[in-house]
């Protein structure tokens, strides 16, 4: 094991609440490391709709996904806090009163004083094809992201998928595979178009297959998968013989390990009470979209307001012998030196 | 107000209203149709409130747009009559619409 890093606040979920609440914490003087599932910054905003408009974020008449997700940054910026991409929390467990060790599938290690969950709708994983049976050759034969090239290699692959996991992968794993063969339900590819052009000029030269159509069976025994059936966009049926499959289907969100984690749950939410979103467990909170009250609406507004509350009630557990004297950013100038701005 | 029907994977209809503006996928949202999931709200980001547009219904609906189309990738038996609930605007013209709900989203 690791060593542990030590922070004031671990944060699970790296969404607008996630970061909001850096800002919240941090002027009250709270050391924040975050953890999040996804490759990059801003949750949900991110990973589905970085170019989509939001109207109801209060005094921002308009902005993006990505463009909040920045401006977010920006503002927890003079806080420094530590991000941990790529690497979902696993098992939280308790070390103190409060105090916990979280650790997450990476192996890393964290004690903290306080635990914000704000998870959104869970962790964003691979979403599973609905192919009958797909579940028995799942990490035998088939795999939803590719850790280690090598473990490809001589392999009967089939890629399905149209976007850029599909393709990257498809062009990666071609010199080292047997034979490749990529299907997509349509003859057209919403991959960047460079690799596009790269997959057909294989096609071309014959160095691998391109067939367009969708799972509908698979074949094989014992985890091991020997070919799968295909429909065609004309319904004719066919197969094709492979004994890996790569499914790139995109990424849904799945509540995950958040349910091991010794929290009540109300249909996949987190009950949490209202003077400082507090879960179950002392000293573990739940804001944003993963929890639930009487009156919750899941809006990005009502997160920031939970998680200026949370930042009130954590402050006690961090510091227990301080005194905590409300401010305003406005007027404070022991506020505004932590911001830099003064 | 306008009628669309919802015929579900066994072959039962729910008829809702629904004002004009609003989109098939909210008329199946506020009148908890099952099997319409609209997870990502209406953002036309996941593929979770995926219809098949009846055979009569499918010229006035229309076809998706590339984006769509790009998302119907992640649906499930995806056909040529495939919409996304979330893109379709419901206006007079498409009073008493039959929508077909997949067996599954996702």
């Known amino acids: ?342 | 107000m306008t009628k669309i029907n919802f015929v579900d994977h066994s072959g039962e209809t729910r008829t809702v209203d629904v004002e004009n503006g609003a989109t098939v996928m909210e008329a199946a949202i506020r009148n908890a149709v099952p099997g319409i999931e609209a997870e990502c709200g209406g953002a036309c980001a996941c593929a979770t409130c995926h219809v098949y547009v009846d055979e009569a219904w499918t010229e006035k609906v229309g076809k998706p747009t590339p984006m769509e189309e790009d998302m119907l990738d992640f649906g499930y038996d995806v056909r040529p009559n495939s919409r996304l609930s979330c893109q379709i605007k419901v206006s007079d013209e498409l009073d008493g619409l039959v929508v077909t709900v997949p067996e599954r989203q996702a």
């Open chain 1, 1 to 342: 094991m690791s060593e542990a890093i030590k922070t004031d606040v671990l944060i699970i979920g790296a969404g607008p609440c996630g970061l909001f609440a850096v800002f919240e914490l941090g002027l009250l003087d709270m050391k924040v490391h975050l953890v999040d599932i996804l490759d990059k910054i801003g949750g949900q905003c991110a990973e589905l709709y970085p170019e989509k408009p939001i109207y109801d974020i209060p005094g921002i008449p308009l902005v993006t996904g990505q463009g909040l997700t920045e401006a977010l940054l920006e503002q927890i910026k003079p806080f420094d806090p530590t991000f941990h991409l790529n690497e979902m929390v696993e098992s939280i467990e308790k070390i103190g009163d409060p105090g916990f060790r979280v650790t997450t599938d990476a192996g890393k290690v964290f004690e903290c004083k306080v635990v914000v969950v704000s998870a959104g709708g869970g962790s964003f994983q691979p979403k599973r094809p609905p192919v009958p049976g797909i579940e028995a050759y799942e990490n035998t034969s088939v795999f939803y992201a590719v850790r280690k090239m090598e473990q490809f290699r001589d392999r009967e692959i089939l890629i399905v998928g149209g976007g850029d996991s599909a393709l990257d992968w498809t062009l990666n794993l071609h010199p080292l595979a047997k034979r490749i063969t990529l299907l997509h339900r349509r003859d057209d590819f919403r991959a960047a178009p460079h690799s596009v052009e790269q997959m057909r000029k294989l096609v071309a030269d014959g160095k691998m297959d391109l067939k367009i159509g969708q799972v509908t069976a698979l074949e094989g025994a014992d985890g091991k998968l020997s070919a799968a059936q295909v429909k065609g966009s004309d319904n004719a049926m066919s197969t094709i013989s492979c004994d890996t499959m790569l499914p790139f289907f995109g990424l849904t969100m799945k509540l995950g390990p958040v349910a091991n984690w010794g929290l009540q749950l109300e249909n996949n939410l987190i009950p949490v009470e209202t003077a400082s979103f507090e879960t179950n467990v002392p000293g573990i909170f739940a804001i944003g979209d993963i929890n639930t009250y009487p009156g919750k609406l899941k809006l990005i507004l009502s997160g920031f307001h939970e998680g200026a509350l949370m930042a009130q009630k954590a402050h006690r557990y961090v510091y227990p012998d301080k005194r905590l004297v409300f401010q305003y950013t406005t007027s404070s100038s022991s506020l505004q030196k932590k911001l830099g701005v003064n």
